[in-house]
């Protein structure tokens, strides 16, 4: 593990994320009304080329408001190796306003986060956390050397780009397994959480909750959503239960004692690392 790695508290808790298409600047605070943990303005894949202009106005204009609320703020910027996305990072930069995250597509090295970084040249303890979209076969493989990165605080997985990459027609779970194992393993071994990707299929609620069980038993963190309907069963997942939070208090408690057993099992570390994890994703423990 990397002495540099930062599992900063500002993803916390983060169970959903929802991209807003940065063009639409009425749906801004619908993903905050919709329960969203994030909400990301997407200059990207959600805006048409002939908008990408007053997608970045609207996005900088409302980041330069001061957030009310829990619910945080991104904004994926365009590929920051192409045109767009490096005027996307210098328009940023000359407004002053920040962000909470900045989502950074297609990222295949860690080049690409360490060229994000040097553009705002900020010091070490005010430095813009990056959420990395990792979306390629390249990006899969150098998924340690992105992870590893000081300013990255965790990772997104986009299957869509990576199904094409490797040829797949659709991006569905079993012909994507391996990937995202990898890419959920690696941020996990660097104490940073990894998101999933979101289920396009809007009509297909069915789907939608499979997809969303799927993601949380393969040990993602959250899931990303597109439609702010999607994000209350995103949090119902990652929320635990009231049975669950009172187990794993009495887990913690058992486990700083030193020895003993909570409903016959005996308490061991990885049972008292599984507790705190339940604690993480508990809303009011994560508050205190």
């Given at each position: 593990m990397n002495e540099n790695d930062r599992s900063e508290p500002v993803l916390r808790g983060v169970r959903s994320l929802l991209f807003t298409p940065g063009d639409k600047p009425d749906r801004?605070?619908?993903?905050?009304?919709?329960?969203?943990?994030?909400?990301?303005?997407?200059?990207?894949?959600a805006v048409a080329p002939d908008a990408k202009d007053a997608a970045r106005h609207h996005a900088i204009e409302y980041l330069r408001s001061a957030r009310s609320g829990r619910t945080l703020r991104a904004l994926r910027i365009n590929d920051p190796t192409t045109p767009l996305g490096i005027g996307d990072l210098a328009a940023l930069r000359a407004s002053g306003s920040r962000p909470d995250l900045l989502v950074v597509p297609k990222v295949e090295n860690a080049a690409t986060i360490m060229r994000v970084g040097g553009t705002f040249d900020e010091t070490a303890t005010k430095r813009l956390p990056v959420l990395p979209l990792i979306e390629s076969a390249a990006?899969?493989?150098?998924?340690?050397?992105?992870?590893?990165?000081?300013?990255?605080?965790?990772?997104?997985?986009?299957?869509?780009?990576?199904?094409?990459?490797?040829?797949?027609?659709?991006?569905?779970?079993?012909?994507?397994?391996?990937?995202?194992?990898?890419?959920?393993?690696?941020?996990?071994?660097?104490?940073k959480p990894a998101f999933d990707t979101p289920w396009f299929a809007l009509n297909d609620e069915a789907g939608l909750r499979r997809d969303i069980g799927a993601a949380f038993s393969e040990g993602f963190s959250g899931k990303s959503a597109v439609h702010p309907a999607q994000i209350?069963?995103?949090?119902?997942?990652?929320?635990?239960?009231?049975?669950?939070?009172?187990?794993?208090?009495?887990?913690i408690a058992v486990a700083n004692r030193g020895v003993g057993t909570v409903d016959g099992q005996m308490v061991?570390?990885?049972?008292?690392?599984?507790?705190?994890?339940?604690?993480?994703?508990?809303?009011?423990t994560a508050g205190d």
């Amino acid at each position: 593990m990397n002495e540099n790695d930062r599992s900063e508290p500002v993803l916390r808790g983060v169970r959903s994320l929802l991209f807003t298409p940065g063009d639409k600047p009425d749906r801004f605070d619908k993903g905050a009304a919709a329960g969203a943990d994030l909400v990301i303005l997407d200059l990207e894949d959600a805006v048409a080329p002939d908008a990408k202009d007053a997608a970045r106005h609207h996005a900088i204009e409302y980041l330069r408001s001061a957030r009310s609320g829990r619910t945080l703020r991104a904004l994926r910027i365009n590929d920051p190796t192409t045109p767009l996305g490096i005027g996307d990072l210098a328009a940023l930069r000359a407004s002053g306003s920040r962000p909470d995250l900045l989502v950074v597509p297609k990222v295949e090295n860690a080049a690409t986060i360490m060229r994000v970084g040097g553009t705002f040249d900020e010091t070490a303890t005010k430095r813009l956390p990056v959420l990395p979209l990792i979306e390629s076969a390249a990006g899969t493989l150098h998924a340690d050397e992105i992870l590893a990165e000081r300013d990255v605080v965790g990772v997104l997985v986009g299957a869509a780009d990576l199904a094409a990459d490797l040829g797949i027609p659709e991006p569905t779970r079993p012909l994507l397994t391996v990937p995202r194992g990898q890419i959920v393993l690696t941020a996990a071994a660097y104490g940073k959480p990894a998101f999933d990707t979101p289920w396009f299929a809007l009509n297909d609620e069915a789907g939608l909750r499979r997809d969303i069980g799927a993601a949380f038993s393969e040990g993602f963190s959250g899931k990303s959503a597109v439609h702010p309907a999607q994000i209350a069963p995103i949090n119902a997942v990652w929320t635990p239960s009231s049975a669950q939070v009172a187990k794993a208090r009495r887990v913690i408690a058992v486990a700083n004692r030193g020895v003993g057993t909570v409903d016959g099992q005996m308490v061991d570390e990885a049972m008292a690392r599984r507790a705190r994890n339940v604690l993480s994703r508990d809303p009011q423990t994560a508050g205190d």
